[in-house]
């Protein structure tokens, strides 16, 4: 295989969604060289598509709300498997960041100048910022501003059209990585650290995903075939209320249940059953998103999302687009109609094991935003995922960058770049027609053992038809890609317990044995699954 080696040793940032270009800010700001990888441009990254807004205890909207509140929502929505110690550093800087983003020029909603917030799921205080439902996409215009400045500067060097292969490993420590320009099919190897921001794993489970197939999780597939450990990865968080178009799931932005949406089925005289609130109380609408999820799955029978009291200012200053957006694919007006929803996978809580500075196991790695496993524990609230990206990739620059300016970089220079052949790397190759159909049949597999409701036959099942496929694979995406998929059941399986987005049916209750990490590694001939202790919160934290 020919392709270029670049000696100039910076920092490699893979994905240029929201981590990505926190991280890439961060990085610039500090002065460190950074290049920024990305299969598609910024604009059309998945962060554009979060809606509902941004969590932080700004206590603007008279509740007395505090960062420990905060906190111990977080802690609770993700029925305590987060690291405490992660999750005070998030939300205690959360006000700040989102002050940060606010300075930025961010759009957020605001009455006669001041700033509100809205309620969210999960969460006893209105504390999520927003813009409309659109939240992500005004976030990412921001900071697509400022790293472009940084691009004017000559600090960052956009490589869009770029896909990560692989990492370049020397005796266990990440050297750089390997890249293939997707036009030209050219491999480029750029030195130094990595940083990852690439996302979730939807391709994992095409067309049942609210997020952009284009997130294949191939990257992180990739990263697992090469030793790098993951954790958590039997939490997949599924919406409560979406609606299947063409090609993947439709998000109906929780927001909407946060303006006073109501979820309700149909009883056999036409009049409608508000499930959650008959059970929960007034506040049934806003439970966590597993709660929901779980509670309609067990309902049998349609749901839907009634937002026809909403009042018109509600509709005309807070949730127009997401009208449209309704009108626009179902042909309904959600002002006039109730919606039909079901749940659909919305995010991935679990994905590569990082510390509280966003190290990986492997020297030189870092890893950031949906990618990573960090601060969601069992179940995510909402309005905690963008601020999840903004700061994790904020912590894995500081430490990436601190280390980079530990090491001398005077043996590195733009000119020294050489072709060289390396007869040992594999080809690419293209998925030919029999791996397709094997991608299919996993995809399919996955999706009927890792529902909302789970148990052992379904995934001992699921465990036999992966084996089968992975020895009929032929190219080295699909097979990685097998693996991960293998990892997955094996966590869903190995957790015998119903916790937070994890139910099984044979094991329907919590158990506090199971209050762990649940980290799984592959070692080049089998795959390893241990449970870690969640830390207690230290002191200096609390």
């Not at 020029?105 to 209105?126: A, D, M, S, T, Y």
């Not at 990986?360 to 179940?379: F, Q």
Request: charged residues 25%.
């Amino acid at each position: 295989m020919t392709g270029i080696k670049e000696n100039t040793e910076k920092i490699n940032i893979i994905g240029a969604g929201l981590a990505g270009l926190s991280a890439a800010r961060i990085l610039a700001e500090m002065g460190i060289p950074v290049r920024l990888v990305s299969v598609q441009q910024s604009e059309r990254a998945q962060s554009n598509l979060a809606e509902g807004g941004i969590n932080a205890a700004l206590n603007v909207m008279g509740e007395n709300d505090t960062v420990g509140e905060h906190f111990q929502d977080t802690m609770a929505g993700g029925c305590k498997l987060a690291d405490p110690n992660m999750v005070a550093g998030l939300t205690r800087a959360a006000p700040d960041l989102v002050r940060d983003l606010d300075g930025l020029g961010v759009p957020f909603h605001r009455e006669k100048g001041k700033l509100i917030q809205r309620n969210f799921g999960g969460q006893k205080k209105k504390r999520t910022s927003y813009a409309k439902s659109s939240t992500g996409k005004v976030l990412m215009a921001a900071m697509i501003d400022q790293v472009r400045r940084y691009e004017a500067e000559g600090l960052v060097d956009r490589y869009c059209h770029h896909r990560f292969e692989r990492l370049v490993l020397e005796e266990g420590v990440c050297q750089g990585a390997e890249i293939t320009d997707i036009y030209s099919k050219k491999i480029v190897y750029f030195p130094g650290k990595v940083i990852m921001a690439c996302g979730g794993m939807n391709g994992m489970f095409p067309g049942l995903t609210t997020g952009t197939t284009a997130d294949t999780g191939t990257a992180s597939a990739r990263l697992f075939c090469q030793g790098v450990c993951f954790a958590n990865l039997e939490f997949l968080q599924y919406h409560p209320t979406t609606v299947e178009i063409i090609g993947k799931r439709l998000l109906v932005s929780e927001a909407a249940r946060g303006e006073g949406g109501r979820l309700f089925y149909e009883k056999e005289d036409g009049s409608p059953c508000y499930f959650m609130e008959e059970k929960y109380g007034q506040r049934g609408n806003l439970m966590p998103r597993d709660v929901i999820s779980r509670e309609m799955a067990l309902l049998g029978r349609q749901a839907y999302l009634d937002l026809r009291d909403l009042p018109k200012e509600t509709w005309d200053h807070k949730l127009s687009d997401l009208r449209e957006e309704i009108i626009h694919y179902l042909g309904i007006d959600p002002t006039i109609a109730a919606i039909p929803v079901s749940p659909g996978i919305h995010y991935f809580m679990g994905g590569i094991f990082v510390d509280e500075d966003h190290r990986t196991n492997i020297p030189g790695l870092y890893a950031a935003g949906e990618c990573a496993c960090a601060y969601h524990g069992a179940n995510r609230l909402g309005g905690n995922s963008l601020l999840g990206a903004v700061y994790g990739g904020r912590k894995a620059a500081q430490c990436a960058g601190e280390e980079y300016l530990k090491q001398d970089h005077e043996g590195y220079n733009q000119q020294n770049l050489t072709e060289i052949t390396e007869p040992d790397l594999k080809k690419e190759e293209e998925l030919n027609i029999k791996d397709q159909a094997l991608e299919g049949k996993m995809a399919r597999t996955l999706a009927s053992a890792m529902g909302i409701l789970r148990e052992k036959s379904q995934l001992d099942d699921a465990l036999e038809i992966i084996s089968r496929l992975q020895k009929q694979a032929v190219s080295e995406e699909t097979r990685a890609r097998l693996l991960l998929a293998r990892a997955m059941l094996l966590s869903a399986l190995e957790r015998k317990e119903s916790r937070g987005a994890h139910t099984r049916l044979d094991y329907p209750e919590t158990d506090e044995d199971f209050r762990r990490t649940t980290r799984v590694a592959y070692h080049g001939e089998a795959i390893s699954i241990d449970f870690q202790e969640i830390p207690d919160l230290r002191p200096e934290i609390s």
